[in-house]
Structure formats: C-alpha cells, structure tokens
C-alpha cells in the first residue's frame, strides 16, 4: 500500500501558523496568556520550512498532546516530566561534533547550517514501542544532507549518535535512581542514515523544537519505534562495527538496534499488532485503537532495505 | 502503645467512611477522565490508575496484621473493606481494559492474555480475588471456620500476582515500581518470619508469668 497517497489533509485545512500566532498574542494579553507564555512551550519561535511531499494523510495529533506527553527520560521517566521538567534546559548555542570514519570531521555549529540546509516540513506517523502513536509536522532536513558534508569513507557501515549530558538543566540524569545510562545512544546502519525518509528534526508544528521533544535537534526515522529517535544530539560518529544503542543495552531481550514497526514480532511482554493514536477520542470515550502497520506503514519506502533479513532475529 | 480505641457505636461510621474515601481516587478519575484531565491517553492513564489503587490497598490489607504484632494497633476492623475495595479497583481495571482499552475485540483479547505473561498473571490476581471476595461476609466466616483463613492465606500469592503483573508491564525498573517491589517484599517476607517471632513472644511470656 502506498504512504504517499496525494495528500488529502488540505494545506489549508491545517491552522496556519499565523493563525496560531495570533491566537498566542491575543492570550498574552490575559492572564492564562501570561501563564502560558512562562511555560517551556512559549520558548519555541517561528521557524519556516517549505512543506514537503513526504506527508501522510492520517489526522494530526494536536500539539498541545505532542508536546505534553512523550519519553524523554533525562527529564524524568513520566510522560508528563519532559514538558514539566525541561524548562531550565538550554538549546541555545548549539554545536554537533561530526566525526570518526569520515574525510571531512567538524564541530557543526546548529544555527549556521540551519541557514545553510534548506528546511522542510514532513507530516510522519510516529509509533512508541509502548504501543502509542502519533502523527507530527516535524520540520527539518535529511540526515543524508549533514552525511554528504562529512564525507564517510568507504569503510563507514553504521552512525552513531549521542545525547548532550547536561546533570544540572536535566533533572533525570540526577538522583539517585536512574533507570538508564546517560549519554543516551543510538545508531543506524548507514543506508538507512542515508534514506530519504531519516530526517534530523528541528522543529515542530510551525516552531523550533520545543526542549521537551529534543530541542534543538533530534532524529526522526518514522519506521522505527519512537525510542531510535535520539534527542538532543551533541555527537555523531560514523564506525565500521554496530554502535552500542541504549535501549538494547538496558534489555537486549526486549529491544534491538534495528527496532523496525513490525506488527508480527512482538514485544516479549505485550503485544505490536496494534496502537492507541493519542489525540483522537473526547477524555475517555470514543478513542481508538487501530492496527500496527509493517514498517509504521512506510514500507514501499523502506523494506527493500532488510531484504533477505530475518526480521524477527533482527528486531 | 495502644491508641486510644473508637467508641464502639463509632465502628460501622468509620467503616463506611473508608469505604466512600477509599473509593474516592477512582471516581474522582473518572470525572478528570470525561473532562479531559487525564492527559493524552486517558484510557491507559485511567486504567494504570485503577491498577496503582487496587494494589494500594491490597498492601494496606496485608499491613494489618504486622502493625498489630509489632505497635499492638488493632485495625482488624476495617482489613474487610481494605479487601473489598482492591475487589472493587481490580473489577474497575479489568472492565477499563475489556472495554476502553480493548473495545471487547474478544479475540485480541484472548491472544493477548494467552500470550503475555504480565496479563495471565492480572487474570490469575481476578481468579483468585474472586472467591475472597465473596467468602468477606460473617455468614462465610462462621460457614468455614478454620478453613476461612486457610482460603485466605490466598491473599499473599494474590499480591505477588499483582506485584509482577505491575511490574512486567512497564518498559524499565524505575523509582516508583522499585517502592511497591519493596513493600511488598517486606509484607510477604514478614510472613515468613512471623510464626518464628510469634513462638519466640509466647515463649517469653510464660517465662514471665512463671
């Protein structure tokens, strides 16, 4: 089945920035305007992007949910601390030390090649390893743009990537209980770096990256559950051999380093087949549960890339 | 260190009061679940929440008897409504999941509990809580005698099941399910102890009156 049907969401059934703009100065002036500005979501600015042809049709997840609930655990392990906990958190400068098997290592300063790449809007299906999914109008650039400036050698197979280690402005690498090592590590195989749909993302809804979704850039790779999409990255690193990755190194049972969508190979402890779309419903009745598509549904895109893999060996 | 004792006429009160308070965290998410103040994924909020309490209150079952042993504070009066309501949480939760969560597709249903451990042992909890509950009355007590407290020494592989079904559910040990995993351990482990302890405090007492 093709993603890429002709996209029926209108761009003009979607709220234009303006329009949310507006909304936003109107609220200033009030009281609830105020306590909305002091919150981390207010922190985000315009940012423009030119919409791309990579959009599905699904309905958008609001953003009001896209920004409140998600993991990102050097914020707390709940799916409200990242939008609680990320306020004194600052993606401001921001710089990527790009290096290993490449011709061409440098420390990538973010607002430079922001300037340099151009950016686009790409509307994605996002599916949690918990079973949850959204679909989010990320704004950002292909991976594969950043690769070509570094020039990978011929011996480069897979990516690595880092999570910036912050104790001070990310209250869960702090405490003494922590569930996971920091930095955060993920990783992909360089072709699926280098395919189109991998993007590096820095922004959302209209606006950079808000400091609880990875400001001020992370991974996107929409066929992958959500937890390959390493946020707030400082460091890149092209290698020969599979990078050690987080997840997998916390439960090797129960998460691979390819963690591809896939409805047939389930979890050990609970079922892929299907996802509850976070959004849709009014409170507590009238949501919905729809089936997990292989590849979250990008499949003509992205299967070639695991032919002749035995995906349920290599999860 | 007895605390000073309700007057009799007080007891029932009191006992419907726990009831109504003990009852009061669901009901007040459900009225945040309908208007939407459960957050992204109310479904799963509600019903994780529903699970948390009923768990809750199993441990505060199985905490009557150590406070009676160790700080001689009798609360035996209210371990009943303790049980019932855990009962209660759990049929909540349960019905969350058939319906809510699942929208009674019976056959993913099945396949999910046949499949995950974590779910065969919630249904194993429902199993067992079940004939507890109907066994909470005067009239079972009297009908069963001693074989009364044999069916619910129960209650201790019961909250085991819980305990695990919790914990197998969730992605990663953190703070919070490292807290239920220690209390339970101590009030499970306390009853391993116990009749050691018991035989050893009787013993000292008829030394004492000898």
Same mark, same amino acid.
């Given at each position: ?21 507006? $909304? ?7 009281? *609830? ?8 979501? *207010? ?19 609001? &953003? ?39 011709? &061409? ?16 809007? $790409? ?65 992909? $195989?360089?072709?699926?770096? $280098? ?111 695991? *032919? ?8 | 260190?007895?605390?000073? %004792? ?67 504070? !009798? ?61 909470? !009355? ?10 009364? !407290? ?31 995993? %220690? ?28």
């Amino acid at each position: 089945m093709s993603l890429y049907r002709p996209p029926r969401t209108q761009s003009s059934e979607i709220t234009p920035r303006e329009v949310y703009l507006s $909304r936003r100065s109107f609220m200033a002036g009030t009281a *609830a305007g105020l306590a909305f500005a002091a919150s981390g979501t *207010a922190l985000a600015a315009p940012l423009a992007a030119t919409p791309s042809a990579y959009k599905v049709a699904d309905k958008l997840t609001p &953003k009001q949910d896209v920004t409140t609930y998600n993991n990102f655990y050097e914020f707390g392990v709940n799916k409200s601390d990242p939008a609680a906990n990320s306020g004194d958190f600052k993606p401001t400068p921001w710089a990527i030390e790009v290096g290993g098997l490449v011709a &061409k290592p440098q420390v990538i300063d973010l607002e430079k090649i922001m300037t340099e790449i151009p950016m686009e809007e $790409r509307v994605y299906r996002m599916r949690c390893v918990e079973t949850w999914s959204m679909v989010i109008p990320w704004i950002g650039f292909p991976l594969s743009a950043l690769l070509d400036r570094v020039e990978p050698l011929g011996s480069a197979k897979y990516v690595a990537f880092e999570t910036v280690v912050r104790p001070a402005e990310m209250p869960g690498q702090s405490g003494f209980f922590q569930p996971l090592n920091w930095p955060y590590v993920e990783g992909l $195989r360089l072709d699926e770096a $280098r395919h189109p749909l991998t993007i590096l993302a820095t922004g959302l809804y209209g606006e950079t990256l808000p400091n609880q979704n990875g400001a001020p850039i992370r991974l996107v790779v929409p066929w992958k559950y959500g937890f390959k999409g390493v946020k707030s990255i400082v460091k890149i690193t092209l290698t020969e051999k599979e990078p050690p990755t987080t997840w997998k190194n916390s439960g090797p049972s129960e998460y691979g380093f390819y963690a591809n969508v896939n409805p047939a190979v389930d979890h050990p402890r609970w079922s892929q087949a299907t996802e509850r779309r976070i959004g849709e419903g009014d409170g507590l009745f009238g949501g919905r549960r729809v089936d997990t598509l292989p590849f979250n549904g990008y499949a003509d895109e992205v299967a070639g890339l695991y *032919a002749g893999m035995d995906l349920k060996k290599f999860y | 260190m007895a605390l000073p %004792a309700l007057p009799a006429r007080l007891k029932p009160a009191s006992v419907w009061a726990l009831y109504a308070l003990g009852l009061m965290p669901g009901l007040y998410a459900f009225y945040l679940g309908i208007y939407g103040g459960l957050g992204a994924d109310p479904v799963r909020e509600f019903e994780h929440l529903l699970g948390t309490w009923a768990l809750r209150f199993l441990c505060a079952g199985l905490v009557i008897t150590p406070i009676r042993d160790l700080l001689s504070v !009798n609360l035996i009066a209210y371990r009943r409504a303790l049980g019932l309501i855990a009962f209660y949480y759990v049929l909540a939760h349960f019905t969350v999941y058939l319906t809510l969560d699942r929208g009674l597709i019976l056959t993913s249903i099945l396949g999910d509990i046949l499949k995950r451990p974590y779910i065969m042992l919630g249904m194993v909890g429902l199993l067992i809580l079940i004939p507890l509950a109907l066994t909470s !009355n005067r009239w079972s007590i009297r009908r069963l005698g001693s074989r009364w !407290n044999s069916l619910h020494k129960l209650a201790y592989p019961l909250l085991l099941a819980a305990l695990l079904h919790y914990v197998l559910s969730l992605k990663s040990i953190t703070l919070e399910p490292a807290i239920y995993i %220690a209390v339970v351990t101590v009030l499970l482990g306390y009853r391993l102890v116990r009749p050691k302890l018991m035989e050893r405090r009787r013993a000292r007492r008829v030394t004492a009156t000898r």
